[in-house]
Every structure is written in C-alpha cells, then in structure tokens.
Nanobody, 124 residues
Framework: QAQLAESGGGLVQAGGSLRLSCAAS????????MGWFRQAPGKEREYVAA????????YYADSVKGRFTISNDNAKNTVYLQMNSLGPEDTAVYYC?????????????????WGQGTQVTVSS
C-alpha cells in the first residue's frame, strides 16, 4: 500500500530555516506529481509547492516563491521542501501529497495520496 511520511518539522525563530522530507513507500511514484500543502489553525489547507518527478518541473505558490524550494531524490523516493526566511505566517501543519503527473497541481482535490503531516511553528 502506498504511503507518504513527512518529517523535519519543528519550532524555529522567524528568519530561520527548516527542511521537510516526504518519504514515499509502497510504490515509486516515478510518474507522479508530488505536492506540499499546509494548513494553519482555522484555515483551509492551501497549496505550497509541487514538483513533477518525471521531468523535475517545479511550481510555487506566490506566498513562498523565492523562499521555499521543492526538490526530489528519485533514488531515495523522497521529496524535500527547503524553507528559508520563515515567518510566523508560515506556521502550519505541512502535508505531502501525490497525484498522477498529468493535469493541474494546485488543488487538494487533485491528489490521491496524503501523508499525516508535520507541524512547523515559527516564533516571532
């Protein structure tokens, strides 16, 4: 059974950095698009970034562009989210997700697999 497992969350001061990891198991997801989403308390889950594993194309939400970097290691079947210049507005539970590669990537409804999430808290 395909599973996604996030790790790397934690507490960091404003201006700091964290790197999240999403380890995939049960299948390779080689033809999939992998996405990162986040959900703050009382808010809807929102798109953060996505990467197409087939060709490495990356996409970002405007709110994180220039600060976050999504990357992929096919050999480890793992996707990463490097987060720099973090601010309190980035505090949320971060989720990894996977969908078959074709089509859009910015909606939660487009994804077939989800991890359990990892908490990121940025103190001011």
């Amino acid at each position: 059974q395909a599973q996604l497992a996030e790790s790397g969350g934690g507490l960091v001061q404003a201006g700091g950095s964290l790197r999240l990891s999403c380890a995939a198991s049960g299948r390779t997801f080689s033809d999939y698009t992998m996405g990162w989403f986040r959900q703050a308390p009382g808010k809807e889950r929102e798109y953060v970034a996505a990467i197409r594993r087939r060709n490495g194309a990356t996409y970002y939400a405007d709110s994180v562009k220039g600060r976050f970097t999504i990357s992929n290691d096919n050999a480890k079947n793992t996707v990463y989210l490097q987060m720099n210049s973090l601010g309190p507005e980035d505090t949320a539970v971060y989720y990894c997700a996977a969908k078959y590669s074709s089509g859009g990537y910015g909606s939660v409804y487009q994804y077939d697999y989800w991890g359990q999430g990892t908490q990121v808290t940025v103190s001011s």
